[in-house]
């Protein structure tokens, strides 16, 4: 008889846990299909949290959520007789439960139901700006000292961090290449944070101060929709119909559309004059060679015009005259160490 009572509870069905996790960056109602037939079919639906953000559209959808904190075997309980229990975790999950049910299954006295991890929303490739866009926002209206950055305060990190981010890309360094990238992108949600107050860029951030409504406001939304918007309207060949076969089709298009778009009068249009001497001469040089203007370099005495030459030559070459200065300057910088017996600097 003990043997046969054993025997039959042995094969008595055990049940499943299913363990629904979603995305916050989702939002809430938008579950996948097997989540929602789960939910349907389950015999109880579990929710710790009275204010979890699915709870209102799973009511709507006709699923009665328990709003109780189960434990581990209250939970295993529950599943006897095959039952399936839906626990809803918090948007940090619940390690106690989690630990709990690992501690049962481990201690091999019980029989556990099937334990299942079902996704209800999944992240989609960029899901982690959203993030980005919250933490920002809170560190601007609660830490004081980024409470009270302007546009023309924080420019000049601006340029630092791009001169960081080139020297990354330069040394092959992948780890610092992703740091550096994530510090140029904070300058840009942190710009468009500002925006959204309606401060212009250049003002020192005290006008409005009387009460005045405020102007230029504009969102990180606008700068992506923006951008997007440019992306799509540059690469006809991407997404319409024009054909482009080799790079060089793509950029005579794309300073087509540029000179369209802008409506310069001069290939010049558009060059910040104010970046470094020897991008500047070969910027202007290929515009001057991309635009067809026939045009002498100017001759003069002194190394200005020596160097504009030397620029001239090497845009001409397809050679960055900027990063090839910079090549030779670092192993210049080399040479000097060794000579002083310091040795190069770790990168």
């Known amino acids: 008889m003990t043997d046969h009572s054993q025997s039959t509870a042995a094969a008595e069905p055990t049940g499943r846990i299913v363990l629904l996790t979603t995305s916050h960056r989702v939002a809430p109602g938008v579950l996948s299909w097997p989540a929602w037939q789960t939910l349907h079919a389950a015999d109880r639906v579990l929710c710790a949290d009275p204010g979890h953000p699915q709870l209102p559209y799973l009511r709507e959808a006709g ?21 399936t229990v839906v626990v809803l975790p918090g948007g940090e999950g619940d390690q106690r439960l989690t630990d709990g049910l ?23 490739p960029g899901a982690r700006l959203l993030d980005l866009v919250q933490v920002m926002d809170r560190v601007r209206r609660e830490c004081p000292w980024t409470s009270r950055q302007t546009h023309r305060g924080l420019a000049k990190y601006a340029i630092e961090e791009a001169y960081e981010l080139v020297e990354a890309i330069e040394d092959g360094d992948r780890e610092e290449l992703r740091e550096e990238l994530g ?8 710009h468009a944070r500002i925006a959204e107050e309606g401060i212009p860029a250049g003002e020192d951030g005290e006008d409005g101060e009387d009460g005045e409504e405020a102007l230029g406001a504009f969102s990180i939304d606008d700068v992506a929709g ?18 482009a076969e080799t790079p060089e089709d ?3 298009h794309w300073q087509r559309t540029k000179a369209v778009e802008k ?17 500047l001469a070969a910027k202007l040089a290929g515009r001057a060679r991309a635009g067809g203007v026939a045009v002498e370099l100017p001759r003069g005495e002194g190394i200005g015009y020596e160097l504009l ?4 030559r090497a845009e001409a070459e397809g050679v960055d005259p ?24 770790a990168r």
């Open 102 to 124: 690992a501690r049962l299954a481990g201690s091999g006295r019980v029989s556990m139901p099937d334990l299942e991890l079902l996704p209800g929303s999944y992240d989609l």
């Open 322 to 345: 900027e990063t090839a200065l910079r090549a030779a300057a670092r192993v210049y910088r080399d040479a000097i160490r060794a000579a002083e017996g310091v040795g190069t600097p």
């Open 263 to 279: 409506r310069r009068e001069s290939v010049t249009d558009g060059v910040p004059v104010g970046q470094p001497g020897l991008a």
């Open 309 to 312: 030459e030397l620029a001239a």
């Open 250 to 252: 793509v950029h005579a």
């Open 226 to 243: 923006a951008l997007v918007q440019k992306l799509i309207h540059r690469h006809p060949h991407v997404f319409g119909d024009a054909q």
């Open 63 to 83: 699923v009665e959520v328990e709003h109780t904190a189960a434990d581990a075997h209250e939970l295993v309980a529950a599943c006897a007789g095959g039952r």
């Open 183 to 190: 510090d140029v992108l904070l300058q840009v949600v942190f």
